[in-house]
């Protein structure tokens, strides 16, 4: 009998079936926000800080979860979300959605970073539970590795998480730097075509970039830029990010300079998204949506008319959605 063939089409996503989220004080489901419900992390292992993982039992928990979606219910964080996708999933316990968010401290100073509450929280350290993964062979490619942080390049365990996962060819793994600090092994995955990096800068002058991060590095970071796009294979690794803050950077000439900024340093693609504590407040003030939503409207025909592809990210993905029922 072929078992695959017993298998149902069904609501779910990657991260359900293959995801592990390595938060500050927890292991959990999924980091994303605000794509589904705005209701509690989903907590797969609470008040972790940094055991050895025991993955049979970390799957079984997984699985209650994946269960549900399989009986066509939906785990309540998850209703609604823009990355349930229904399809035939496979049924084996392994990983290949990876996002690593422990790390908190940062070269920056965002207004709008949610990190600076944990600031006295002491890490703990990833590198042994990737290596683990890997040794255990529950990591698979086609992987989706997302490093975060804090900045993730100053954390002491980067440069070795980062390396295991190049020399064990996993692929894709992206990055999210502000680019204030260069790096060889960022420099190495874009050089291989393993790792992408996204670099979120929210201004198109010094003066807007200063009063978001709170640091005068725009020079700098551009100049980081420039030199990872010298290293990439290929064009689209090498992506920045406009995070529109209402009231600061909302204007078409600041998003026009940021552009052009791109273009000048030879980036290909750049996404728009909205600061999440702004569409928490106003997810139902559909006016006030679709205002934002034209300016993203606004900077993605600007941005054809140079060739640089302007793309939707998380939030500015669900108002397109709500806009559109
Ligand atoms: S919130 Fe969305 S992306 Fe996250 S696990 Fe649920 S369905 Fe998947
Ligand atoms: S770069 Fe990221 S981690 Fe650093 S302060 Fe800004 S939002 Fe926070």
Known sequence: MNYEKELKEYYSCNIIEHGFDAQINSINLCCR????????????????SGAKIDWESFFQKKNLLRDLQKKGSTIPQCIGCVYLEKKIWDNNDYISSI??????KCNANCIYCDRKEYKNKKEYK????IKDLINKKYLRNPVDITIAGGEPTISSDFDKTLNILIKNNFSTIRVLTNAIKYNKYIEKGLENNLVNILVSIDAGSREIYKKIKLTDKYSIVWKNINKYVEKQAQKSLVKTKYIIIPEINNYKEELKLFIEQNYKAGVGYVYIDLEIGFYIKNSQNYDLLKEIYDLYLFAKEYGETIGIKIEAFDRIKIIENKLKK
């Open 99 to 104: 996002n690593i968010n422990n790390w908190i």
């Open 126 to 129: 990833i590198y042994p539970i």
């Open 33 to 48: 926000e605000g794509t589904g419900s705005f209701s509690r992390k989903i907590v797969i292992l609470p008040n972790f």
